[in-house]
């Protein structure tokens, strides 16, 4: 079923004419949580839950299909951004926020591990697992695939790691904040000497440097909107979106748009999108941006801020403006999006399946493909290279 196509102005740019032969890795890593459902809008710990999973997707299958499934812990708490693959593709990290309290089931605290996930074996399997910081949420690795940075939520810092092949390796950890600043996700940029993190609770987005192995917190800031959490480079490295999430009372909420070219960088855009937007994502092209919008699907049915379902919305990226190409109705508390040849793939938590479309000049596509997973999705990701 054909969604939206390509409103007439968004015809005149020049990204319109991108084909769907996007690019991008082979792979898409799923992490999947079984600890917290939604139970008519209250996320709730249920009773003796199945293993969290981590789901291993071939994107150069027709359609996109599940190569493996293992078993590794995962959280749904922070931005959907808890995976990072390896440029070449041998590793994955996979952070874990929260864990369940052993002394009362019923509850969760904060957990600090990364699972490093060997993907060039069958089935892919976990080789080590390393301690981040409380929360660790957000995780990138640069383009040389030497260095690893985890946003740490609930204690105000950023942990960085080193890759060498597939041996990570702790290298120390930067306070960015007071404990609960909210550092939600981190990314890198293209030439590896800057990074960006967000900090939801105090709505600041910061600005650390990067020498080697050596990272730094600038002290400087900048202030997109209420509570940034997701955020993404778009190639081939311009400009910096970030969804800001707000604070869940029924208002629509905003993405923003950082441009990196200046210096220093500053947020020249912003635009509404919604409720809650909670994963963004840049085609590797660079040519789309796309946003997954609650849209009131996690709140109770008697609320007035109440939808059945969330939405995708796909932006294209005019210069460093965005401009937007179509919308399309998903499943309910969705999470994050990845583009990958033409596909883009939306994880909807409530239903355990991640919702695969087609996106080209002429619109976007529902394809009618839901992949299955054991577990609610959470957090997904293709190499950045």
């Known amino acids: 079923m054909r969604i939206i196509a390509c409103a007439a102005a968004a015809v005149a740019l020049a990204g319109c004419a991108g084909t769907s032969e996007m690019g991008g890795g082979r792979y898409a890593v799923s992490a999947n949580d079984n600890k917290l459902v939604l139970d008519n809008g209250v996320a709730k710990v249920p009773p003796n839950p199945a293993p969290d999973t981590v789901a291993i997707i071939d994107l150069r299958a027709t359609p996109p299909a599940v190569v493996a499934e293992i078993e590794a812990p995962a959280s749904v708490v922070g931005p959907p951004t808890s995976v990072a693959i390896a440029p070449d593709e041998s590793i994955a990290l996979v952070t874990s926020a929260m864990k369940i309290l052993p002394s009362d089931p019923t509850k969760q605290v904060p957990d600090n591990r990364v699972s490093v996930i060997d993907l060039t074996v069958r089935p892919p399997r976990v080789i080590s697992t390393l301690e981040a910081g409380a929360g660790a949420a957000g995780v990138s690795i640069n383009r ?19 890759i060498a092949g597939k041996t990570v390796a702790p290298a120390g950890k930067i306070p960015v904040g007071e404990a609960n600043s909210g550092p939600s996700h981190v990314v890198i940029t293209a030439d590896g ?7 939801d609770n105090d709505h600041k987005i910061s600005v650390l440097a990067i020498d080697g192995t050596k990272v730094t917190y600038t002290k400087r800031d900048l202030n997109a909107g209420l509570r940034p959490y997701g ?15 707000g604070v869940g ?8 748009v950082i441009d990196l070219t200046l ?5 020249t855009e912003t635009l509404t999108v919604g409720q809650t937007p909670e994963g963004i994502k840049c085609s590797p092209d660079g040519i789309w941006v796309g946003v997954v919008v609650m849209n009131g699907s996690n709140k109770p049915a008697s609320s007035p801020f109440y939808a059945a379902n969330g939405k995708l919305v796909v932006y294209q990226v005019n210069g460093k403006q965005l401009q ?11 999470q994050g999006v ?32 839901r992949i299955q997973l054991k577990a609610g999705p959470a957090g997904i990701r293709t190499a950045e290279k």
């Open 144 to 162: 040389a695939g030497n260095l690893a940075l985890v946003a740490n939520r609930s204690e105000g810092t950023v942990s960085v790691f080193t």
């Open 193 to 199: 000497k800057t990074a960006l993190l967000t900090r």
């Open 231 to 245: 955020m993404d480079i778009c190639p081939p490295g311009n400009i910096a979106v970030v969804a800001n999430i």
């Open 249 to 256: 009372q029924g208002d629509h909420d905003t993405i923003s």
């Open 263 to 267: 210096q220093p960088p500053r947020v």
């Open 324 to 334: 937007k190409f179509g919308e399309a109705p998903i499943g309910s508390w969705s």
């Open 338 to 369: 990845v583009f990958s040849g033409g596909y883009v793939l939306v994880q909807n938590m409530v239903q355990k399946n991640i919702h695969v479309f087609r996106i080209d000049r002429s619109g976007l596509t529902d394809t009618g493909q």
